[in-house]
């Protein structure tokens, strides 16, 4: 129904999973002390990615105690499981299937769950920079180095990408390539133990082949996206969990999302140009908070908008876009 912004437009489907930590200001039940040193919930979230030109939509939530560990593989599993039942049946296994996580999913058990036979996702998996990484990034070869890239196809200036091999592979599924990358800090920023000769270095896995490196490096880092998503989700409902109960919490979950998948594919299938990224508050400024005056008259409904408003041209040309779209039912 999107056309060319359709999610597996390009034959691939995305799906980012990532934490988010809901603070709670009264004792709720599973809240918890978290990593930060707050108090509260630590949901596992997954959404698909719409790319660049949307929001992109939520498909699993799993509701989790503030002490649930970051890096928790039954629960990536979980989580990834609801999320590939929420897509269509040719999507829930097979390499069209992209799973992208940061370090928390770098783990032995949720990496050989995504590549067992018969499932054969495919992958792109931060993983932690480890002491033998470090040694291994030390010993590379200036020759190993490739220039990485931006998302138009430029070389990224001080920033570079190289594949380990070897020992460091070993006990990892077979298939599973280890990319690494090592980039001049930003100004004032901190360098880490794991850092080298000045370079911050950072690295994730994936079982993508046939294609360069520093292309692979750029889809990886594409996974920020999901941040965007999680602030947009905050902004639906998932700022807080307002009751006490954790099986009424859930059901909250459930509504932020259904909240928030129709704000995904609303301005998928009604907006262009920048009023498709708008985000639930801008929405809700622009277009949600018109006034307007429904009529009836010879048997027809038309509806008002003030003229004077700024945006009744976006209004009323989503309108009209969602009325040339064919009866799903």
């Not at 036979?117 to 931060?126: E, H, P």
Request: aromatic share 6%; proline share 5%.
């Amino acid at each position: 129904m999107a056309g060319d912004t359709a999610p597996d437009a390009d034959g691939q489907v995305t799906v980012d999973l990532d934490g988010v930590l809901v603070i709670a200001h009264s004792d709720k039940e599973d809240a918890a002390a978290t990593w930060k040193k707050t108090y509260g919930h630590h949901p596992l979230t997954a959404f698909v990615d719409h790319g660049p030109g949307g929001i992109g939509e939520p498909v699993a939530a799993l509701l989790r105690p503030g002490n649930a560990g970051s890096n928790t593989a039954a629960d990536h599993i979980t989580t990834a499981q609801l999320a590939l039942a929420q897509l269509p049946r040719r999507y829930r296994r097979g390499r069209q299937t992209l799973i992208r996580t940061d370090s928390a999913g770098g783990t032995h058990d949720f990496v050989s769950w995504l590549a067992k036979r018969g499932r054969w996702l495919s992958y792109s998996v931060g993983m932690t920079v480890t002491d033998a990484i470090h040694e291994y990034v030390l010993k590379a070869p200036t020759s190993a180095w490739t220039p990485a890239v931006e998302a138009d196809g430029e070389a990224r200036n001080g920033a570079w990408v190289a594949e380990l091999t070897g020992k460091l592979l070993h006990g990892w599924p077979k298939g599973m390539r280890l990319i690494v990358r090592k980039e001049r800090p930003h100004p004032g920023a901190q360098l880490r133990i794991t850092d080298a000769d000045g370079m911050r270095i950072t690295c994730f896995a994936t079982n993508t082949t046939g294609r360069p490196i520093a292309e692979l490096k750029l889809r990886h880092r594409l996974r920020a996206r999901a941040e965007d998503r999680i602030r947009a989700a905050r902004a639906t409902g998932l700022r807080n969990l307002p009751l006490h109960d954790t099986a009424q919490n859930r059901v909250w979950m459930e509504i932020v999302q259904i909240a928030f998948d129709l704000l995904a594919w609303m301005p998928m299938l009604a907006l262009t140009g920048r009023a498709r990224l708008w985000e639930p508050r801008r929405l809700r400024l622009r277009l949600f908070s018109a006034a307007g005056q429904l009529v009836i008259t010879g048997r027809r409904r038309i509806l008002r908008v003030a003229r004077h408003w700024p945006w009744t041209g976006e209004i009323t040309e989503a309108l009209e876009r969602l009325a040339l779209l064919p009866n799903p039912g």
